[in-house]
């Protein structure tokens, strides 16, 4: 399975957004203010300003950089930090290859290409979908797949362990998703006319992919959409699965829908309202 950056990187992200949210989260209490040294007033706790979420357009010989945001993302400031994170982390990935180069001129320009998109703005689920690539070198670039789900009510964004902390909760997902991929994969072999050998050996190297990338562990469902009702509701959770995590780079990015009737006995009990049957 690949991710979308490397592991190094990827730690960097996430303990970074945990310092931004660590003060976001429902129901956590603020540690108590540090009493002031003698003699002196105590000086106000000035909050960090948000991020401005600014398009980002950068060409040079040696490298291009394209990062585009949503422009409501803006309202919801954790969110910012988190998309801003992101980026700037596959940004600070790309300028170390570049520095790699010691001022040669690649073959090709390095660069990367990011945008973020908003999937859903409602007011109690936010979901921001961030797609695209970055080249360093090589045959091809390495995708860029991430999600972000934010809840304005409860103040707090929304991960896989947290949504179904349950360690064995994941296996029923996890049988669903790859009942449907199975499923697709079989019907992609017959649309490819595939026969004897040449049909076993791509349905067990594929089917593999498939049973490796969807084992049942919340890491493997880390990047997820809500799909909503009309009333605001999530009907369904769309997993989103980057190249090479389930299928071929060829492939592309993959995605699978489980519906709230196979997630709502699993889902933690504060998020259970946010769903509803179709």
């Known amino acids: 399975m690949s991710d979308s950056l490397r592991p190094s990187s990827r730690a960097a992200v996430f303990a970074m957004l945990l310092v931004l949210l660590a003060g976001c989260n429902h129901g956590d209490t603020p540690p108590a203010a540090a009493a002031p040294a003698p003699g002196h007033a105590a000086t106000p706790a000035v909050p960090a300003a948000p ?41 600070a990935e790309l300028m170390q290859a570049v520095a790699g180069l010691k001022g040669a001129k690649p073959r090709a320009p390095y660069d990367l290409s990011l945008q973020f998109s908003m999937v859903v703005a409602t007011p109690r689920v936010v979901a921001v979908a961030a797609d ?28 896989a362990e947290q949504l179904i902390p349950a360690a064995d909760g994941w296996t029923p997902v996890s049988a669903y998703v790859r009942e449907q991929l199975m499923t697709g994969l079989s019907a ?13 050996g791509q349905m067990s190297l594929r089917s593999r992919m498939i049973d490796d990338g969807t084992a049942p562990s919340a890491a493997n469902f880390a990047r997820f959409e809500p799909v909503m009702n009309a009333d605001g509701s999530i009907r369904a959770l769309r997993f989103v699965f980057p190249p090479y995590q389930v299928a071929p780079y060829v492939e592309g990015t993959v995605t699978v829908d489980v519906p709230a009737r196979v997630l709502l006995p699993l889902v933690a009990s504060e998020y259970r309202p946010l769903f509803r049957q179709g």
Do not use: C, N
């Open 132 to 159: 695209g690539s970055t080249y360093t070198g090589g045959a091809h670039g390495a995708p860029l797949v991430e999600r972000f789900v934010w809840l304005p009510q409860l103040q707090q964004m929304l991960a």
């Open 188 to 200: 992609s072999l017959d649309e490819e006319a595939l026969e004897g050998d040449a049909r076993a």
């Open 51 to 91: 991020p401005a979420l600014k398009d980002v357009i950068e060409t040079t010989p040696g490298y291009i950089v394209g990062i585009s945001y949503p422009s409501q993302a803006a309202a919801y400031p954790p969110l910012a930090q988190a998309l801003h994170a992101y980026a700037e982390a596959a940004r």
